[in-house]
């Protein structure tokens, strides 16, 4: 499973169709040019910040727009993901990312170092909060036979016994010696 590779995929099927409608209106409308102005954030953000915010702004509209901003995105966020993380991990940073893309305040600049940021610490927060710390004891409480609470009802410290029931004991045990 490699999400990387179905997000590339629908980027160059974008890319590729030539009679879609542009994303962004006025010139910059081509798409590897949007991507390389995201992509191009250091170390003047202010381009990059300008793309990202119109591009969000379209893809309240205009899904392939959001897919722009992913695909723009995902290199980076893959740098700083581990190479030893799985598939599953690495699909779940991508969705984390689609979320920090559709919440984020759009205002501070670094916008592009930002989201990346941001989803990577959510999804770093959700692996941490799956994981089990220390040793799992499962335990179970079985009922006692009601003849044992009796028992140990009759014998607590400090309940005075009666006088009748101690002799009655006593009967019985010298009976049997």
Same mark, same amino acid.
């Given at each position: 499973?490699?999400?990387?590779?179905?997000?590339?995929?629908?980027?160059?099927?974008?890319?590729?169709?030539?009679?879609?409608?542009? /994303? +962004?209106?006025?010139?910059?409308?081509?798409?590897?040019?949007?991507?390389?102005?995201?992509?191009?954030?250091?170390?003047?953000?202010?381009?990059?910040?300008?793309? +990202?915010?119109?591009? /969000?702004?379209?893809?309240?509209?205009?899904?392939?727009?959001?897919?722009?901003?992913?695909?723009?995105?995902?290199?980076?966020?893959?740098?700083?993901?581990?190479?030893?993380?799985?598939?599953?991990?690495?699909?779940?940073?991508?969705? $984390?990312?689609?979320?920090?893309?559709?919440?984020? $305040?759009?205002?501070?600049?670094?916008?592009?170092?930002?989201?990346?940021?941001?989803?990577?610490?959510?999804?770093?927060?959700?692996?941490?909060?799956?994981?089990?710390?220390?040793?799992?004891? /499962?335990?179970?409480?079985?009922?006692?036979?009601?003849?044992?609470?009796?028992?140990?009802?009759?014998?607590?410290?400090?309940?005075?016994?009666?006088?009748?029931?101690?002799?009655?004991?006593?009967? $019985?045990?010298?009976?049997?010696?």
């Amino acid at each position: 499973m490699n999400p990387y590779r179905d997000l590339d995929d629908a980027y160059q099927r974008l890319a590729g169709h030539r009679h879609r409608r542009p /994303i +962004l209106s006025g010139p910059g409308g081509d798409l590897d040019g949007i991507v390389a102005t995201i992509r191009g954030y250091t170390p003047d953000s202010g381009p990059s910040d300008q793309t +990202l915010r119109s591009l /969000i702004g379209a893809g309240r509209t205009n899904p392939d727009a959001l897919t722009v901003v992913l695909y723009a995105l995902a290199p980076e966020l893959r740098g700083r993901l581990s190479r030893t993380a799985t598939g599953e991990y690495h699909a779940d940073a991508l969705g $984390d990312l689609a979320l920090v893309v559709l919440d984020s $305040d759009l205002d501070r600049p670094g916008l592009a170092h930002r989201l990346v940021n941001g989803a990577h610490n959510r999804v770093w927060r959700n692996a941490r909060r799956v994981h089990t710390r220390g040793v799992l004891n /499962i335990t179970t409480t079985a009922p006692c036979p009601p003849d044992r609470l009796a028992r140990l009802h009759d014998h607590r410290p400090g309940v005075a016994v009666d006088v009748a029931d101690a002799v009655a004991n006593r009967v $019985d045990l010298e009976r049997f010696q």
